[in-house]
């Protein structure tokens, strides 16, 4: 399974994430890969993955640290893609809720990551996932399992809910899954996605979903 043209990603090594899996898993369908925190590098690659595991905000202060925050700002505000993976989801909302402690995320979307409300947390294992209509990331996958460990999500994505002020403008797409309640399992934005689950733990399943991603760049 590779995509025709090798594609360049550079996963952004800020100190969280598990970075070797999500660079062999990109490997595996045919991307060439760099795990740098270099700005120049990761500005300018096709794709840029941003991993995350741990605390909201330890991630937060991970990528403020290398300046990831602005490398994220400014391939979006270029049209260029970007994925996050797990916390790499969580950091683009608006903030993060842990130990009563709030943290400021990124922004890119409004909305709050908080606890889950469910009889076992974390939330560890294969599970199922509810794709749109017309996605490009679960694109031949749409009924696959895919593998989760979190204990915070985004139980709601207003965005969604509204229309767009220019109507030329495709709202976002969530992918929802439940754990407890539902949650955001993935989001396609334009040039920035994202999943809570980690693809490159997930199998065939997550490697034709890293593939999917890559014939977007």
């Not at 794709?47 to 937060?60: E, F, N, T």
């Not at 991970?62 to 950091?91: F, S």
């Amino acid at each position: 399974m590779t995509v025709p043209t090798a594609a360049s990603v550079v996963v952004l090594d800020y100190g969280f994430g598990n970075v070797r899996s999500a660079v062999r898993a990109l490997e595996r369908v045919g991307a060439r890969v760099e795990l740098t925190a270099d700005r120049a590098a990761a500005e300018r690659a096709d794709g840029l993955v941003v991993p995350g595991v741990g605390a909201y905000a330890a991630v937060m202060a991970g990528l403020r640290a290398v300046r990831g925050d602005q490398v994220v700002e400014r391939r979006l505000a270029g049209g260029r893609p970007v994925l996050g993976i797990c916390v790499g989801l969580q950091v683009m909302f608006g903030s993060g809720v842990e130990h009563g402690v709030e943290t400021e995320g990124l922004g890119q979307w409004s909305g709050v990551v908080d606890r889950l409300e469910a009889p076992v947390v974390p939330h560890m294992g294969w599970d199922t996932v509810e794709p749109p209509a017309g996605s490009a990331l679960f694109a031949g996958v749409p009924d696959e399992r895919f593998y989760f460990v979190h204990s915070y999500a985004a139980r709601s994505f207003p965005l969604a809910e509204q229309a767009p002020a220019d109507p030329r403008l495709r709202p976002p797409q969530i992918t929802w899954s439940d754990h407890g309640g539902r949650f955001v399992a993935a989001v396609e934005n334009g040039p920035l996605s994202a999943t809570q689950f980690h693809p490159e733990k997930s199998g065939d399943a997550g490697a034709h979903l890293l593939e999917n991603w890559l014939r977007t760049l």
